[in-house]
């Protein structure tokens, strides 16, 4: 349940911004624990106990390969929201039986075409049915996307897209979710993401290498969808690969781990990916694929 607007959040938004520093990001352990308690002052005891459900409905990369389309997952509460939107999104969608009407919030991460791709096919076939337009929040560089994309096809003026940009450390509260962004490692502004619905947490990583600040970003969350592109012993910048992205978690206090935007460098590897993780983290590690719904 989103915190509500008003005299309580000010009270809380004031206590928020005392507890953060956007020069070490959510690396102070006690941070989320005290949003916590902010929660329950700004909306009371909750009632009952939320249940979420992750699909990854594209696990891969700007490669075509089988079983992997581009950058994308549902996120569902009592309302949905999509975080990326690659190629092969909306195709994704239909065959879960996911309707593009209650699509109507996309969070990107960053704006590789990977992660962007069906991101206008989503907006115009919105407005091609009559429905409402999409909100769109990602990092900085958003805004300048859309603006170029309605230059090149003057037949996408009439969408219906607002937009915001965040940056690490923001936070805000968007559908059934209340929303932490981070920055990640990566070849252009980035962003990793922390989703919470009461007592449940959701993590995405976007892509990046195994990072402090995402792994802080990533304390005690009930799933950690992060990115795993290459296997071992490949040795990249800019992704993640499992012995350092394992290093790195460990101690975080994550429940569960699911690896996606593999490479096909990692075909045939995936078990041992995940066995590396679970090797040095200590945390249940899959390997995500197209359409794989985690229930929390």
């Known amino acids: 349940m989103p915190l509500e607007q008003g005299g309580k959040r000010s009270e809380c938004s004031k206590i928020w911004s005392d507890l953060t520093d956007r020069s070490t990001g959510w690396g102070n352990s006690d941070i989320f624990q005290s949003h916590r308690r902010i929660r329950l002052f700004t909306i009371g005891l909750l009632e009952g106990r939320m249940s979420l459900k992750v699909t990854l ?30 190629a092969g999104t909306l195709l994704r969608l239909d065959q879960i039986g996911a309707s593009i009407e209650a699509i109507d919030t996309v969070l990107l991460s960053h704006l590789h075409l990977d992660h962007v791709s069906d991101l206008l096919a989503l907006a115009n076939g919105r407005y091609l049915a009559d429905m409402p337009g999409l909100e769109v929040f990602g990092p900085e560089g958003t805004e300048d996307y859309i603006r170029s994309a309605r230059r090149l096809y003057p037949n996408l003026s009439e969408m219906d897209v607002a937009v915001q940009e965040l940056h690490p450390m923001d936070s805000l509260s968007l559908k059934d979710f209340d929303l932490f962004a981070e920055e990640a490692t990566h070849s252009l502004p980035s962003l990793a993401f922390r989703l919470e619905a009461e007592d449940l947490v959701v993590v995405y990583s976007g892509d990046t290498e195994p990072s402090p600040r995402v792994a802080a970003l990533a304390k005690d969350a009930d799933l950690l969808v992060h990115e795993c592109s290459f296997p071992e012993p490949f040795d990249v910048t800019n992704h993640s690969t499992p012995k350092k992205l394992g290093s790195m978690i460990r101690d975080c206090g994550i429940k569960r781990v699911a690896l996606t935007h593999l490479y096909p460098q990692a075909a045939g590897c995936e078990d041992q990916m995940a066995e590396q993780v679970i090797e040095l983290s200590g945390v249940p590690t899959i390997v995500g694929w197209d359409m794989m719904t985690l229930s929390l």
């Not at 696990?59 to 690659?86: H, K, W, Y």
């Open 57 to 86: 409905l594209g696990t891969g990369v700007g490669i075509p390969q089988p079983g992997r389309s581009q950058a994308a997952i549902l996120v569902e509460a009592e309302q949905q929201l999509l975080l990326d939107c690659g």
